[in-house]
């Protein structure tokens, strides 16, 4: 079964950090493209930033360019998004899912659990 579960989130002060992990199972990640979306309360869902795994390019949304990096390691089957300088309006739940090509359009899905990211202090 092809699988992507996130996990890494919790709670932290505004500017701290969070490492959030995409684990796939049942498939390798080596020539995919992953997304990380998000989606606040009473807020819809958005993108975030994505990452062809075959060639590194990546794409991040204007509101973390800078303060975010997606990443991938092959040899875990994990993709990751390093979240630095946290702000409040970060705080949301945060989904990875495959895409047809490097895009933060949010796709049409059957979104897993995510993880939780809360930011305050």
């Known amino acids: 079964q092809l699988q992507l579960v996130e996990s890494g989130g919790g709670w932290v002060q505004p500017g701290g950090s969070l490492r959030l992990s995409c684990v796939a199972s049942g498939f390798r990640l080596d020539n995919s493209v992953i997304g990380w979306f998000r989606q606040a309360p009473g807020k819809e869902r958005e993108g975030v930033s994505c990452i062809n795994t075959s060639s590194g390019v990546a794409n991040y949304a204007d509101s973390v360019r800078g303060r975010f990096t997606i990443s991938e390691d092959n040899a875990e089957n994990t993709v990751y998004l390093q979240m630095n300088s946290l702000k409040p309006e970060d705080t949301a739940i945060y989904y990875c899912?495959?895409?047809?090509?490097?895009?933060?359009?949010?796709?049409?899905?059957?979104w897993g659990q995510g993880t939780q990211v809360t930011v305050s202090s």
């Open positions: 899912t495959f895409l047809p090509f490097l895009t933060l359009s949010v796709p049409l899905r059957n």
